[in-house]
């Protein structure tokens, strides 16, 4: 299965240069992601965009595939990946900013997926373990009962991209999920997390 890992943001909050390539520990932000997907048995490839001209750099230089959408916006650009690809199969859809993110959570996403039976899949941290992971909690769901924040990982088919796909909610209580680097607190609590992780 492909992971698609949507890195065409400006990341203009944080101001130091593209966002997947800003460095925690000495690697780049996106370079933990696409280990984490390598290490759980899927191919990454990366969506880039003309408002991210050094990380398709990264890309080439490191061998890491990769393929241009335009810059108009996430959903625009996961849409536009997934018709340059022509992928017919399901697919991981990930965020390029939440670095702590393991091979473990990764396995465990497409597991229930799987047994679920479902065309695509969201997964979902609880909102009281973002605020604390964070500065922000984004848009909020109740799921399985608990206020959910969206995590930022997906699972869809290909072939069904233009069309409403029935989905499954996976929630799961992981610190790694809920920290999405958007503001420079958010990084420092990454660098934190990832120094005490490490196989990360």
């Known amino acids: 299965m492909h992971a698609l890992i949507m890195a065409g943001g400006s990341g203009s ?65 996961m849409i536009s990946a997934v018709e340059t690809l022509d992928e017919q199969h399901p697919l991981f859809v990930c965020v390029s ?25 969201s997964t979902w941290v609880p909102a009281e373990l973002v605020h604390s992971c964070r500065g922000s909690i984004s848009y909020r769901e109740q799921v399985n009962g608990i206020e959910a924040c969206p995590a930022g990982v997906n699972i869809i088919r290909g072939d069904l991209i233009s069309q409403l796909q029935d989905e499954l909610q996976v929630l799961l209580s992981e610190p790694g999920l809920a920290l999405n680097v958007n503001t420079r607190p958010d990084l420092a609590k990454a660098e934190a997390f990832i120094k005490r992780q490490p196989f990360l």
């Open 13 to 77: 909050r944080l101001n130091l240069g593209e966002k997947p390539l800003i460095s925690i520990r000495g690697r780049p932000m996106i370079a933990y992601v696409i280990d984490a997907f390598c290490a759980g048995g899927f191919d990454p490839v990366v969506a880039v965009s003309p408002k991210t001209p050094m990380t398709t750099n990264w890309c080439r230089a490191h061998g890491i595939a990769f393929c241009k959408a335009e810059g108009r916006g996430y959903i625009e650009d």
């Open 97 to 121: 900013d939440i670095p702590c993110i393991t091979a473990k959570i990764i396995r465990q996403i497409a597991d229930s997926y799987h047994i679920s039976g479902k065309d695509a899949c």
